[in-house]
């Protein structure tokens, strides 16, 4: 079911922008990835903007919270009680991020399947790197300079930072393990993937900067 109602229409949406750069006489499966890569984006913007006010939101009222927690340490009932409070009498609800996250998951994860078992028709190579349906590896190198695992990981690492306001020790460790770990497993995917995941990453860091300035400005 999920093939059918996700997987399959997001082929079909990337076989149409792969006719349209043909029509355009200049056929190439890279530029039909970034074109879908970037419609999804905007189609799920409006969702991006409940999710990025809510986090901006609960992340604004942490340092009352934490008075909270220290005022009431000993009294854990109490603090439950204040905290909801708190949320309520400033109209923030902390699950509220959760929900476009949640409608957001089968989409991303039907892009990624879409284009991990894509049957392509035409050329598969773009710019430098010789085959978008390979992985990376030191004996068959797809992208042979490592470009796109590096412009994930630091994409991912960017975006990352651009949404830490507090930097405890958790959030520090992923800061770094996430990006590493996005680097890595982008060298075994097929490099049609790492195409999706930097324009993805690239676009979310411009949408979360225009959406931080205006509320900055506001």
């Known amino acids: 079911m999920f093939d059918t109602f996700v997987t399959h229409p997001m082929q ?3 076989t149409f922008f792969y006719v349209l ?16 890569t970037v419609a999804i984006k905007l189609l799920m913007y409006p969702l991006t903007v409940k999710q990025v006010k809510s986090m901006k939101a609960v992340q604004e009222m942490q340092p009352k919270v934490k008075a909270l927690q220290e ?27 959760c929900l476009p996250l949640i409608v957001q998951m089968p989409i ?3 892009i990624f399947f879409a284009i991990k078992e894509y049957t392509y028709q035409g050329p598969t190579s ?13 004996t068959d190198p797809s992208d042979p300079y490592f470009i796109i695992p590096l412009l994930c990981a630091l994409t991912t690492y960017v975006q990352q930072k651009q949404t830490t306001t507090e930097m405890t020790q958790q959030n520090k460790m992923m800061l770094i393990f996430m990006p590493l770990f996005i680097g890595y497993i ?8 790492g ?15 225009f959406m931080y300035r205006n509320t900055a400005t506001a």
Do not use: C, H
Request: proline content about 4%; cysteine-free.
């Open 12 to 14: 079909e949406a990337l």
């Open 21 to 36: 750069t043909q029509k355009a006489g200049y056929p190439s499966y890279g530029i039909a990835i970034i074109l879908l």
């Open 71 to 97: 005022k009431y340490k000993d009294n854990k009932e109490r603090l439950q009680t204040e905290i909801a409070n708190l949320y309520r009498e400033n109209k923030v609800n902390p699950l509220a991020g």
């Open 108 to 110: 991303l994860m039907g």
């Open 126 to 138: 773009f710019l430098w790197i010789a085959n978008l349906q390979q992985g990376t590896s030191l």
């Open 186 to 193: 982008t060298i075994t995917f097929p490099a049609g993937l």
């Open 195 to 209: 195409v999706y995941w930097v324009v993805s990453n690239l676009v979310q860091i411009a949408q979360q900067w």
